[in-house]
């Protein structure tokens, strides 16, 4: 596996962090600031809503799939190139996209820049575990913390830039992060040290398989507001099975499936991080809808209402990190996961006379409770796994949050395909109270002692 030096012989471990968090929040920032531009996009290219949600949809499945493969080659060939050949793919897209003159060419860049982006995170964490030692939980959640804000503000960022260049503006505005981020990158992230004992076997039927059933769930996902396919379940059902039965009986496999049964402890972070990104991205593709064509409020409004479930969750992460160290997983994860639950039941009852006040506490409360089981979930699974498969399981764990949106889209699109409506709107924080309430039986089982004591092999 590759390693990087140790902290006695980094220079500047602070400029390493800003390196890294800058290169992080480049998936996030692309995922949200797209989603402004919509319109001209479709205007432009003259398309169809479906084909705008595929152009949504495919950014999702590349990173979900590309997430624990390259983080697992940062493993093995090295973080600091991995980090530095994913800068390299972002700029790429990003130049080319703008003079984009179909969808095709358009649909492809933001597939380079969707497997650019993947290629950040794992590795950033890697580098991170491998060349931060004091504090490494808190220089972890100030990451997410940049992730959560650029994720934030996003589309404040492209609604306003938009209105000056068009949309090929969102792409143009990463140049100064990736230029940023890739001269801290070269000068202060130390060489990585390579085993050369050690080589990467290309699990290619499993990768492949693993690629074909994400797009097989999403085309039955993306059909269920119009009714069950059986046509559609039964391939994506079928993939999968081969996937896990050929990835049960692989020597080198792309998923360790054998690992993640035998370790259920590790299992249920990735499940219940996949469930928080549900209820998280459901509210943010949700509630702004709701907010202007129910409640009436004008798109500033609405923009400035959402920004407190972002902000909330943003201040939540340090202190939910801090508090972990003192009192260990077990109590901020139950905090967070309450508050999930009081936020959404709350929301339930309201409507669209319920004064503005209370849908802004509303939107805070779930924030915190989305801040605090995030980032705990991040900093317990890294306290199980060896810094050695930092990339794999970082990878790992951001496909589960790309799983959490692709679900999160086919709840909005099943629950308010009859309308947006105070109806439709109940209907779908019914689902998500549910939700809410199965994470609580998991986090009592992740922070047992026998769950910390049972993590055992390779992931």
Same mark, same amino acid.
């Given at each position: ?5 140790? %902290?006695?012989? #980094? ?111 794992? @590795? ?26 650029? @994720? ?142 129910? #409640? ?10 959402? %920004? ?37 039941? %709350? ?15 509303? %939107? ?62 109940? #209907? ?32």
């Amino acid at each position: 596996m590759s390693e990087a030096k140790p %902290l006695s012989s #980094v220079s500047n471990p602070k400029l390493i962090i800003v390196a890294v968090a800058l290169g992080v929040i480049l998936n996030p920032l692309n995922t949200t600031m797209i989603t402004v531009a919509l319109p001209d996009i479709q205007n432009e290219f003259h398309l169809t809503s479906k084909d705008i949600s595929w152009l949504v949809a495919s950014y999702f499945m590349i990173s979900a799939l590309c997430l624990p493969l390259i983080g697992k080659l940062s493993d093995y060939y090295g973080r600091k190139k991995i980090f530095v050949f994913g800068l390299v793919l972002v700029a790429i897209a990003s130049f080319f996209a703008p003079l984009s003159k179909n969808m095709i060419f358009l649909l492809a860049m933001r597939g380079i820049q969707a497997v650019g982006t993947s290629a950040l995170y794992p @590795a950033g964490i890697g580098i991170i575990r491998t060349t931060i030692e004091k504090n490494q939980n808190r220089v972890i959640g100030t990451l997410a913390v940049f992730a959560s804000t650029s @994720a934030a503000f996003g589309p404040t960022i492209s609604g306003l830039l938009i209105q000056y260049g068009g949309w090929p503006v969102i792409f143009y505005v990463n140049f100064p992060v990736i230029l940023l981020s890739a001269l801290l990158a070269l000068k202060y992230i130390p060489t990585d040290i390579k085993n050369a004992s050690q080589s990467f076997k290309w699990d290619v039927i499993g990768i492949l398989t693993f690629g074909s059933s994400l797009a097989s769930w999403m085309f039955f996902l993306q059909s269920i507001e119009n009714g069950f396919s059986l046509l559609k379940f039964i391939p994506a059902l079928l993939l999968t099975c081969f996937f896990y039965f050929y990835e049960k009986n692989s020597s080198e496999p792309f998923i360790n499936v054998n690992y993640l049964t035998k370790n259920l402890n590790v299992s249920i972070i990735y499940v219940q991080y996949i469930l928080v990104t549900v209820v998280f991205f459901a509210m943010l593709i949700s509630m702004p809808s709701y907010l202007q064509k129910v #409640v009436m409020l004008d798109s500033k409004a609405a923009g400035m209402m959402m %920004l407190s479930i972002s902000i909330f969750a943003m201040l939540m992460t340090p202190i939910a990190t801090r508090w972990t160290e003192k009192s260990g997983y077990r109590i901020p994860l139950l905090f967070g996961g309450i508050m999930g639950i009081l936020g959404i039941a %709350l929301l339930i009852y309201t409507n669209h006379a319920s004064p503005l006040v209370y849908l802004f506490i509303i %939107l805070a409360i779930i924030g915190i409770g989305n801040g605090a089981v995030t980032i705990g979930l991040q900093n317990l699974l890294y306290s199980i796994v060896a810094k050695s498969q930092s990339g794999i399981a970082s990878g790992l764990l951001m496909t589960s949050r790309f799983m959490g949106n692709i679900l999160a889209s086919s709840l909005y699109a099943v629950a308010f395909a009859a309308g947006i409506n105070d109806h439709s709107k109940t #209907v779908m924080t019914v689902v998500l109270l549910f939700v809410t309430i199965i994470l609580i039986p998991g986090m009592f089982y992740i922070t047992s002692k026998k769950a910390q004591s049972e993590t055992d092999g390779t992931l």
